[in-house]
């Protein structure tokens, strides 16, 4: 078995932390503003892409990247409070369309401008436009 390259640990050890040093700062912020949390928004933000039709809950769960049994429970939570409609789906009578409802842009609006503030003062103050661009360049590759 090959052995990495300290570099190599060391990127890996640097991307961990941070990306769960500024997961937890937006998770902070979020939740002191009285909102809910960061996969709510990134799941009202796939909705919304998606426009009046929705997506199925697979194809929700694929672009936020949590689990089926994580997605299903997030939605539940989503409807329970009024920021997701279910609707039966036309092309297979067993499954059924997310949408956001008009509540849920608004939550997901308001939740914006924290999630933006946190990226600006832990990102953005902290590189110049040209070494974030250089940042997500190179972690593009991965």
Not at 41 to 60: M, T
Request: hydrophobic share 40%.
């Amino acid at each position: 078995m090959n052995e990495i390259d300290h570099a190599t640990e060391a990127a890996w050890t640097a991307l961990m932390t941070k990306s769960r040093v500024l997961l937890e700062a937006v998770e902070t912020s979020l939740k002191s503003a009285g909102y809910p949390p960061l996969a709510w928004y990134d799941a009202l933000l796939e909705l919304e892409k998606a426009g009046p039709d929705g997506l199925r809950p697979f194809e929700l769960k694929d672009r936020i990247l949590l689990p089926q049994y994580g997605t299903s429970r997030l939605l539940n939570r989503m409807v329970k409070a009024g920021l997701v409609d279910r609707q039966d789906c036309l092309e297979d009578g067993r499954g059924q369309n997310i949408s956001i409802s008009e509540k849920g842009k608004s939550v997901r609006r308001a939740m914006w401008p924290i999630y933006e503030r946190v990226l600006s003062e832990r990102i953005g103050a902290k590189l110049k436009p040209k070494d974030a661009a250089q940042l997500a360049t190179l972690l593009s590759r991965l």
